[in-house]
């Protein structure tokens, strides 16, 4: 079982980055799939990007912005966030899953605290 730290929100303007990562803990790090999700408010939860050994899917509202990444050395997973918009304000969060990624939320059993990420116009 893995225990997840998200961080690396913040305020940024319109246009600007973010780099979130999520930091685990435990030795099997790496036979987990990793997905980043998000949370605004009054809206349901949503995938926004997943990983595994590599590759990954991206959801298509941040095709092309956002970069997942991990390293499985540091048992850490990254959100690099560019081009952010005021509609990716949320609460970011990060979860585990044993195996192969998926895009669906009650697949994760292990989640973080979340981040708050907040774009302003």
């Known amino acids: 079982q893995v225990q997840l730290v998200e961080s690396g929100g913040g305020l940024v303007q319109a246009g600007g980055s973010l780099r979130l990562s999520c930091a685990a803990s435990g030795r099997t790090f790496s036979t987990y799939a990793m997905g980043w999700f998000r949370q605004a408010p009054g809206k349901e939860r949503e995938i926004v990007a997943a990983i595994y050994w590599s590759g990954g899917y991206y959801a298509d509202s941040v095709k092309g912005r956002f970069t997942i990444s991990r390293v499985n050395a540091k048992n850490t997973v990254y959100l690099q966030m560019n081009s952010l918009k005021p509609e990716d304000t949320a609460v970011y969060y990060c979860?585990?899953?044993?195996?192969?990624?998926?895009?669906?939320?009650?697949?994760?059993?292990?989640w973080g605290q979340g981040t708050q990420v907040t774009v302003s116009s």
């Open positions: 979860a585990a899953k044993p195996g192969p990624w998926s895009t669906e939320v009650r697949s994760y059993g292990t």
